[in-house]
């Protein structure tokens, strides 16, 4: 009797773990992505901040397979799915399976506002960060032969929409790469004249963290010269301006989206399945939908109740949903019933500058330093290869010791060429 096929639909946090476990069994495993290379996203601002190179951050799926007996990779962007035919559909032709799990992530949610999705930066893909980043240094480049004080200003005003661990990691980024590198590079602009507005529609930031931690982050981005606007909704955006739901308009050329996530384009093409907030397939006990035992969804995907509650689109719900599938295969060939899945909840935390981070985890809280460190080495310990541990470890080494940031390199031509 031959192998029963899986077919993992998209290589992030879930995809990626649920491959790990299934590599190697008795099943005959097929990995799909529209890249090549799994992207650890929790690091992404860091390439939009010169903090890393783009390479750091991505691990390339064939050097996956080539070490997994029994698993290959197709790059290829899915286009359909065939429940009754068990089929992925996708540009390189169709895919049969046995088993698919589907772990396409999430795409940035701009709640329908066509104006903000049509000038804002968001971080989901690599290129994303590339481009934010050029936009960051172009700004500097304008304004440093800038003389128009008002278009001067605009152009140096950053505006970061969302107070999550994205918005904040990277408001303080951010202001730690204008501080210490990019006042080095331009001389003649003070750091004075850079404004980073930090715009939060919730009463305070990370609302996961305990209290006295969101007070914490928000006291320390005030410190560090962050403009926080809490209780305030972007509404609408053009190239050179931001509007509050009060009618205030900002003057800026910079607009960074972290404010939502829905599900990503795949979970309208799964037909017949419940839908729950941000377009999530709501899924049964073991993560697989109703009517369809075969198929489970994961991660950012998958709209999973716990205590009524959706779990939350975070990166180690899916790797614990992407584990927990690939024994309920494994257990499903071998004739045992898995149990339902139950989401542990190891904390959060989050890096706000320099030596300094929250963290909650097991009704413990840190602050500070040793916070920061544990942040450190617990992005190191989930990052995939030697070579991009040691090259991330390398950079975080180098800007400690030397405030310095080396990849400050403006690489889209067209863009360059069109904005000055």
Not at 10 to 27: E, I, P, R, T
Not at 182 to 208: F, G, H, K, M, N
Request: proline fraction near 3%; glycine fraction near 8%; charge should be neutral.
């Amino acid at each position: 009797m031959s192998s029963k096929r899986v077919v993992i639909a998209g290589m992030g946090f879930g995809g990626l773990q649920a491959s790990k476990a299934l590599a190697g069994s008795a099943v005959e495993l097929t990995m799909v992505d529209r890249n090549n290379y799994h992207l650890f996203q929790p690091l992404l601002y860091q390439v939009a901040t010169a903090g890393l190179e783009q390479e750091a951050i991505a691990y390339p799926l064939r050097g996956l397979t080539r070490r997994w007996r029994g698993a290959s990779f197709l790059l290829a962007e899915i286009s359909g799915i065939n429940l009754a035919g068990k089929l992925v559909l996708t540009d390189a032709g169709a895919v049969p399976y046995d088993y698919l799990v589907v772990a396409t992530g999430s795409r940035t949610n701009f709640f329908g506002m066509e104006s903000v999705a049509a000038h804002a930066f968001d971080l989901k893909q690599l290129d994303q960060a590339e481009d934010l980043r050029n936009n960051i240094l172009l700004m500097f480049e304008r304004a440093s032969r800038e003389t128009d004080p008002e278009r001067r200003s605009a152009l140096l005003t950053f505006v970061i929409v969302g107070g999550g661990p994205t918005g904040v990691e990277f408001a303080g980024a951010l202001r730690e790469l204008i501080v210490y590198v990019l006042s080095q590079d331009y001389p003649a602009i003070s750091v004075l004249e850079t404004r980073i507005i930090l715009i939060e529609a919730a009463a305070s930031l990370l609302t996961a963290m305990p209290a006295d931690l969101r007070e914490y982050a928000y006291l320390k981005l005030l410190s560090m010269g962050v403009e926080v606007l809490l209780e305030n909704r972007v509404v609408g955006a053009t190239a050179e301006s931001v509007e509050l739901h009060g009618g205030t308009v900002i003057a800026s050329h910079t607009l960074f989206w972290s404010a939502g996530v829905a599900a990503a384009e795949v979970a309208e093409y799964i037909e017949g399945a419940e839908r729950g907030a941000a377009g999530r397939i709501v899924v049964q006990p073991d993560l697989s939908i109703k009517g369809h035992p075969e198929v489970f969804v994961v991660g950012d995907m998958a709209c999973f109740l716990e205590e009524g509650v959706p779990l939350p689109m975070m990166a180690p719900v899916a790797i614990q949903q992407g584990a927990h599938v690939a024994r309920a295969i494994l257990a499903r060939e071998q004739g045992r019933i898995s149990p339902p899945f139950h989401y542990c909840d190891k904390g959060s935390m989050a890096t706000i500058g320099r030596s300094c981070a929250v963290a909650a985890a097991a009704g413990f809280k840190f602050r500070g330093y040793i916070a920061w460190l544990a942040w450190l080495l617990l992005h190191l310990y989930y990052l995939i290869g030697f070579r991009n541990r040691l090259v991330v470890m390398m950079n975080w080494t180098y800007a400690y010791w030397f405030h310095e940031r080396q990849v400050r390199l403006i690489t889209a031509k067209k863009r360059r060429a069109a904005s000055l």
